[in-house]
């Protein structure tokens, strides 16, 4: 398996000693995340984050199948992550690394079993019909902090996805076209956010937010937290690494819930914004016969 | 969901009739393996694991997907690095709880617990004193009724002690939970200490580890939906419990330690002799 | 596959190994006498959350546990099969036990109401190694008739029985024995609740467990066992010694290896004549009637190890041949040389075992009171109430 290449000694101790004095090597603050970026795909449900260098794209689809025995009346929710060799050549297709397994339960815990898509609303006949939504994570380009941007994308997608309405009339369960009736979005109940903070040197004295991957690689400890804008924590992994004081991750999570508040009316208004560029009069003006091509004088 | 609670605001017992503070047995024995260089035996409650650890050695020949899902949870890069590999692995026994469940190798809960755990011992092993080498750890489940990483840390902990490998201090961990059901935000909420299975189920809580006597907490894993008004108190609770944890621990230590010099068995001191200390 | 891993030996230790396993009476590493098995400490009863559990310690510190867990299941059947059901299914091809043909109607047991799985640190549960040990112990399980017998509650329902085989040790030694007497003694410790129901209904169980009947049932004045799960023995040849419970080291020296399975048939009503079941009449001292239930060879490392090369074809001894044992096997005079045995040279075994060998070892696993009586007896003498 070939191994992405270390950074050098030098390298290593220069980042560090520029921690030392807060000082970050593209110029951020401690607690600043680099410009993110988000833009949703002509379909629904498909979203594109880049955070700095970093790049995900989310796409969230939905089929219709029979629900596990022992749950009928929930609907099926997945996601699914997949780091392939472009991302980096560390990665293999089919060969789960540590860091795509630790990736998939974070998403998972956050988004799935924090209950933020009602599963039950995805159930349509109990036992028998059932709505499976499928969220595939594609990392397209790897520089450091992918937790935060792939959940960014996850819930991003998931909020902007809508599912073929259906409607049910004596037994008979009618799905429509979208040109039939207008799909609807998911029930959505709350909007979770990872903040990922890192710690450096032996006492893990130095927090830092959205650490690029040259400082992924030198940190010596980090620390996950989902968040929704409610202050409601819905997951917390510190998986080892250095020790830190009690306090100062207390101190973290009130740091955290200030950036989920930010990363969620974010995510907000460009939902608003591109529900704004969608809606031009509904069905009515799609069908119209006008085109808008200026007549030629 | 909410039958733990009601009865608990009653009487201010739990469940299995603790006070909000109070750790289950805990009940631990190391040295119970002669073949491996470290082992150790821990229950805490009905929560019983079983630990095993091999080396520093050499690394073995690496089979076929030892790296990804089969061994899992290495820290540090295999033979090359200078510093030893930590190599956890983790089975849980089908018997393990009430109804028999199987969970392959490849179940990313077990992944993620065999990762957290590397991590959290590599950061407290003196694992630069061995490098080119590989530390296995090997943790059997053989019953569960909630706490299991906190239960699994723990006997880890044990069984380098017992396997003599040089480390900052003892890493312990407990779990801590609220009574207030998640989301809901009420004042009156009693953090509660070391949860069971059905606590577990119930009620939102979280694992804390830290090392020795300190507040410094090396692992930490919550799970569950929680008001983040809560977590103060449940982190409060989670490290005094570590605290407490680790004095059981260091008694079992000394225990032990007592009666081999008793015994008069004279410690081979694995790795002890051949290790140059810098 | 190998039956452990690597031994790192050299060919002179191998060697030296070899000739004083061949000597009358073999002289072993340990001390032992080639009939000795390794002392063990065993309990059972350590899982209140089991139906049954037990767990062994050998001496030399490899240790294992089992856990049975049993839960009711539907029994699948077909109707049409009552007619076409001939006796003969409970023999030893695993092809015609997996077939799972519904024996069940007919009162008998079906192959997969057994699940019996081996973990083994450090190897994945589908490395080949481990599902030939699960395979190995499972087999010699269903061999044995009565035993799925056991598991039936009624026509509709029987239990399924989970077996799972943990080894907590290192695999230090090739694990084969410790595991199968380890999971003896869980099968014999292991109770279900007693059954309340009758006739074919849905199956209702008496709640106190101190009630629960044991699944090999106990004869209720003397607390004798009447009848006991099979052990699966490993048993080696090595010259013209038969060593029993061999270590890995002698394991790497073996001429062949055989997993023997061994049932109890003392009070067996139902010898119909099953193929494989081979009653001994040999001698009639005291001791077992015991019966051959299943026989597996094991390829012992010794044939993955690289030959020796004696002083008078080594190079450095300046002597100008080619040496190269790569090399060797392509050329025929070199070939030769190497076919002859050498005092103190290692030469790893080559070809299959003869038939009369194969024969000896199986003739000295069933010997009456022989090593398979002993290690029944002493396994008789753990606790199991």
């Given at each position: 398996m070939p191994r992405e290449a270390e950074p050098s000694l030098n390298e290593k101790n220069f980042v560090l000693q520029a921690l030392q004095d807060s000082v970050r090597l593209d110029g951020r603050e401690l607690e600043e995340y680099r410009p993110l970026a988000l833009t949703f795909g002509d379909q629904y449900g498909v979203a594109d984050v880049t955070l700095g260098k970093t790049r995900v794209l989310a796409k969230a689809s939905a089929e219709l199948t029979v629900p596990y025995a022992d749950r009928p009346l929930d609907g099926i929710f997945n996601i699914a992550t997949e780091l392939s060799p472009m991302t980096s050549p560390a990665f293999e297709v089919n060969r789960p690394t540590e860091t795509e397994v630790l990736v998939s339960r974070l998403l998972e815990k956050t988004v799935r079993r924090s209950g933020a898509l009602d599963t039950e609303s995805l159930c349509l006949v109990a036992g028998q019909k059932c709505w499976s939504i499928r969220v595939d994570v594609h990392v397209l380009s790897h520089d450091g902090n992918l937790i935060d941007a792939a959940c960014f994308a996850v819930v991003a997608a998931l909020r902007h996805f809508r599912k073929p309405d259906t409607s049910m009339e004596g037994g008979v369960?009618?799905?429509?076209?979208?040109?039939?009736?207008?799909?609807?979005?998911?029930?959505?109940?709350?909007?979770?956010?990872?903040?990922?903070?890192?710690?450096?040197?032996?006492?893990?004295?130095?927090?830092?937010?959205?650490?690029?991957?040259?400082?992924?690689?030198?940190?010596?400890?980090?620390?996950?937290i989902s968040l929704n804008k409610h202050g409601e924590i819905c997951q917390i992994a510190k998986l080892g690494g250095v020790p830190v004081e009690a306090v100062s991750l207390l101190q973290c999570t009130n740091i955290a819930l200030i950036k989920a508040k930010d990363l969620s009316s974010k995510l907000d208004n460009w939902l608003a914004e591109d529900a704004k560029r969608r809606d031009k009069g509904g069905l009515l003006a799609e069908l119209s016969a006008e085109n808008d091509r200026v007549p030629d004088m | 969901m909410p039958l733990d609670t009601s009865t608990y605001s009653l009487a201010l017992l739990r469940v299995d009739g603790r006070r909000w503070n109070e750790l289950r047995r805990i009940h631990a024995q190391i040295r119970t393996q002669a073949a491996a260089d470290g082992s150790s035996y821990l229950e805490m409650g009905h929560t019983k694991v079983m630990c095993v650890v091999t080396g520093p050695s050499e690394p073995g020949p690496r089979r076929g997907g030892a790296g990804g899902t089969g061994g899992g949870g290495g820290v540090g890069a295999g033979g090359q690095s200078k510093d030893a590999e930590v190599v956890v692995n983790i089975?849980?026994?089908?018997?393990?709880?009430?109804?028999?469940?199987?969970?392959?190798?490849?179940?990313?809960?077990?992944?993620?617990?065999?990762?957290?755990?590397?991590?959290?011992?590599?950061?407290?092993?003196?694992?630069?004193?061995?490098?080119?080498?590989?530390?296995?750890?090997?943790?059997?489940?053989?019953?569960?009724?909630?706490?299991?990483?906190?239960?699994?840390?723990?006997?880890?902990?044990?069984?380098?002690?017992?396997?003599?490998?040089?480390?900052?201090?003892?890493?312990?961990?407990?779990?801590a939970g609220s009574t207030s059901t998640y989301a809901a935000n009420d004042e009156g909420a009693d953090p509660l200490l070391d949860l069971n299975h059905q606590e577990e189920q119930e009620l939102p809580g979280l694992t804390v580890?830290?090392?020795?006597?300190?507040?410094?907490?090396?692992?930490?894993?919550?799970?569950?939906?929680?008001?983040?008004?809560?977590?103060?108190?449940?982190?409060?609770?989670?490290?005094?419990?570590?605290?407490?944890?680790?004095?059981?621990l260091d008694q079992v230590i000394k225990a032990q330690g007592q009666k081999m010099i008793l015994d008069g068995t004279v410690d081979k001191g694995t790795g002890l002799n051949d290790m140059d200390l810098d | 596959m190998t039956s452990s891993q690597q031994v790192l030996l050299s060919p002179a230790e191998l060697s030296y190994l070899h000739s004083s396993l061949s000597l009358t009476p073999p002289i072993r590493p340990d001390g032992r006498s080639p009939t000795q098995y390794r002392p063990?400490?065993?309990?059972?009863?350590?899982?209140?959350?089991?139906?049954?559990?037990?767990?062994?310690?050998?001496?030399?510190?490899?240790?294992?546990i089992v856990g049975v867990k049993a839960e009711v299941e539907k029994t699948k059947r077909k109707w049409d099969d009552d007619a076409v059901y001939t006796e003969n299914s409970h023999n030893d091809d695993e092809e015609q036990q997996q077939d799972g043909r519904g024996e069940a109607s007919n009162g008998n047991g079906n192959s997969d109401w057994v699940e019996l799985t081996v973990e083994i640190p450090g190897y994945r549960d589908d490395d080949p190694s481990t599902v030939f040990l699960a395979q190995m112990l499972s087999e010699a399980l269903l061999a044995d008739g009565g035993f799925i017998k056991k598991l039936r509650i009624n026509r509709r329902f029987h239990w399924k029985l989970y077996l799972d085989i943990l080894l907590i040790s290192p695999p230090l030694s090739y694990p084969l024995p410790l595991l199968s007497l380890t999971t003896h003694l869980a099968l014999l410790a292991t109770r279900l609740p007693r059954l309340k129901s009758e006739g074919d209904e849905d199956p209702f169980f008496d709640d106190d467990w101190a009630a629960a009947p044991y699944l090999y049932s106990r004869n209720p004045t003397t607390k004798r066992i009447a009848e006991r799960p099979p052990v699966t023995l490993l048993v080696m040849a090595v010259g013209g010694n038969i060593i029993f419970d061999p270590s890995k080291e002698e394991l790497a020296v073996a001429d062949v290896a055989l997993a023997v399975s061994i049932g109890d048939a003392t009070t067996s009503q139902r010898s119909q004549g099953e193929d494989d079941r081979m009653d001994v009449d040999s001698g009639n001292s005291g001791g077992r009637n015991l019966k051959l239930l299943s026989i597996r060879t094991v390829d012992p490392p010794s044939r993955l190890t690289p030959p020796g090369?004696?002083?008078?074809?080594?190079?450095?001894?300046?002597?100008?041949?080619?040496?190269?044992?790569?090399?060797?096997?392509?050329?025929?005079?070199?070939?030769?040389?190497?076919?002859e045995a050498v005092e103190g040279v290692w030469k790893p075994p080559r070809g299959g075992a003869k038939a009369i060998v194969m024969g000896a070892l199986v003739q000295k696993v069933l010997v009456r009171g022989g090593v398979a009586d002993e290690v029944l007896d002493a396994l008789e003498g753990v606790d199991t109430s």
């Open positions: 369960l009618t799905v429509y076209t979208p040109a039939e009736r207008e799909p609807v979005p998911l029930s959505w109940l709350h909007s979770p956010f990872c903040v990922t903070w890192s710690f450096f040197g032996e006492e893990g004295d130095i927090a830092l937010l959205d650490a690029t991957w040259m400082e992924e690689q030198v940190r010596s400890g980090s620390c996950t | 089975v849980i026994a089908g018997f393990s709880s009430v109804d028999r469940k199987r969970r392959g190798r490849g179940d990313k809960r077990t992944l993620e617990m065999q990762s957290t755990l590397a991590n959290t011992l590599a950061a407290t092993l003196h694992t630069h004193l061995f490098p080119h080498s590989q530390i296995n750890i090997s943790l059997h489940v053989l019953s569960q009724d909630g706490s299991l990483l906190a239960a699994l840390i723990n006997a880890a902990t044990l069984a380098c002690v017992d396997a003599g490998i040089p480390m900052t201090d003892y890493v312990t961990a407990c779990t580890a830290t090392l020795g006597d300190s507040d410094k907490v090396v692992a930490l894993v919550c799970e569950s939906r929680v008001q983040i008004s809560r977590l103060e108190g449940m982190l409060a609770v989670g490290v005094d419990g570590c605290k407490q944890v680790r004095e059981i | 063990l400490s065993a309990e059972t009863g350590i899982l209140p959350g089991t139906n049954g559990s037990a767990r062994i310690c050998f001496a030399d510190g490899t240790e294992a090369v004696a002083n008078a074809a080594n190079s450095a001894y300046g002597h100008a041949q080619v040496v190269n044992t790569g090399a060797n096997q392509k050329m025929p005079e070199a070939r030769q040389t190497e076919s």
